[in-house]
């Protein structure tokens, strides 16, 4: 009888260590999120904008911010920067293009996802505006010019002379069209 007493006490303990890492995986990907957003790491950008405030424009340092675009699997628009490269002050503001092509026989809606590396860097790029914010529909056949406009922290790291701003372009039209169902089928 005390065997089997200890049977379930063991039983009962792996059951909740069972439940506890399931709980602790559940509970993961926000946890990974929340640390990202606060510290940068991963490349992570603030996905909103930041109103600029007239500050400091370091002009005795210059930082090389390159620019890459990416399609994700199954995106079939062109998507590239009007330029590779741009030279800032940190403190200085400065405007970009992308340059997107929808050269499908369908209205599609995409979404671009940012990331900066070093990881470090992404704590200081601040943007005023970009097309990352929304997602971004074009009609069939059809171009468009995509703006970020941003600024460096004063306070970069010295050590940070070169950083990389890369966009990945997902396809989001089936979400899109599924959340303008919904909204529709809710105002009737």
């Known amino acids: 009888m005390a065997q089997q007493s200890n049977n379930r006490k063991i039983i009962f303990r792996l059951l909740l260590g069972v439940a506890g890492m399931f709980a602790f995986g559940f509970a993961l990907v926000p946890l990974y999120n929340a640390f990202c957003d606060a510290t940068g790491f991963n490349g992570r950008t603030k996905n909103e904008a930041v109103a600029y405030t007239a500050s400091h424009v370091d002009k005795s340092r210059t930082v090389t911010v390159q620019f890459l675009t990416h399609n994700a699997k199954g995106m079939p628009w062109q998507f590239k920067p009007d330029i590779k490269e741009v030279h800032v002050h940190p403190g200085e503001v400065k405007l970009v293009t992308f340059y997107a092509a929808n050269p499908t026989a369908r209205r599609m809606v995409a979404q671009a996802v940012p990331s900066i590396a070093p990881a ?28 970020v406009q941003f600024y460096l922290d004063p306070e970069i790291p010295e050590h940070i002379t070169t950083l990389t701003l890369s966009y990945t372009l997902y396809d989001m039209t089936a979400d899109a069209n599924a959340t303008t169902v919904a909204q529709t089928t809710t105002s009737e």
């Open 120 to 147: 470090e860097a992404s704590l200081y790029l601040n943007k005023i505006e970009c097309f990352c914010f929304n997602q971004q529909p074009l009609a069939a056949n059809t171009d468009a010019e995509m703006p």
